[in-house]
């Protein structure tokens, strides 16, 4: 609903219709941060979300937020292998082939909302120039397209993440 009071900001037909359209966005705003410092104050709450939220955001390209999200919609971080972490996060490669016909990989299933969210970090994680923006830029040198490689980039995030997790249960930290 903020998305549609934007485009309708962008485009008013008069100065009230623009008022309304602005009252509304601070309202879902304030909505969204509200929502945003209860989750916060949850996991604050609990030691064991605590750890799992700061080994995350040891990950370059993960921030607060996108750590936040990770807590509450992957529980299973840090208890699968990169294989299964991947496919449920939708960023891992399934092959189309039949027969003597090699088509393309494409990723597919997984949970989208977690998959949305790691795009925008691999996008951060790109630009940055940490390990994981040189990873991608060899990846593009290398001539994948730049799609593939934020998409490689995406899958590399989310198996960092539950391998710190996995580490860390390990030894009881």
Do not use: W
């Not at 100065?15 to 209860?38: G, H, M």
């Not at 940055?128 to 934020?150: P, R, T």
Request: positive net charge.
């Amino acid at each position: 609903m903020r998305v549609q009071e934007k485009c309708r900001l962008a485009a008013p037909e008069n100065d009230y219709i623009k008022e309304s359209c602005q009252k509304a966005i601070d309202f879902f705003n304030n909505q969204i941060d509200e929502l945003n410092d209860s989750i916060q104050k949850i996991i604050d709450g609990n030691p064991e979300l605590q750890k799992r939220q700061k080994i995350i955001r040891t990950v370059p390209g993960i921030g607060i937020k996108l750590s936040q999200d990770f807590v509450c919609l992957m529980p299973e971080l840090g208890h699968l292998n990169k294989k299964e972490v991947a496919s449920l996060a939708g960023v891992a490669p399934h092959p189309k082939e039949s027969g003597k016909t090699i088509g393309y990989r494409r990723i597919t299933g997984g949970r989208s909302n977690v998959r949305r969210k790691l795009f925008t970090a691999a996008m951060a994680a790109a630009k940055s120039k940490s390990a994981l923006g040189a990873f991608y830029s060899k990846l593009v040198e290398s001539g994948k397209k730049k799609m593939v490689a934020i998409t490689a980039l995406m899958r590399k995030i989310i198996v960092i993440a539950n391998a710190r997790l996995k580490e860390a249960i390990n030894l009881h930290i």
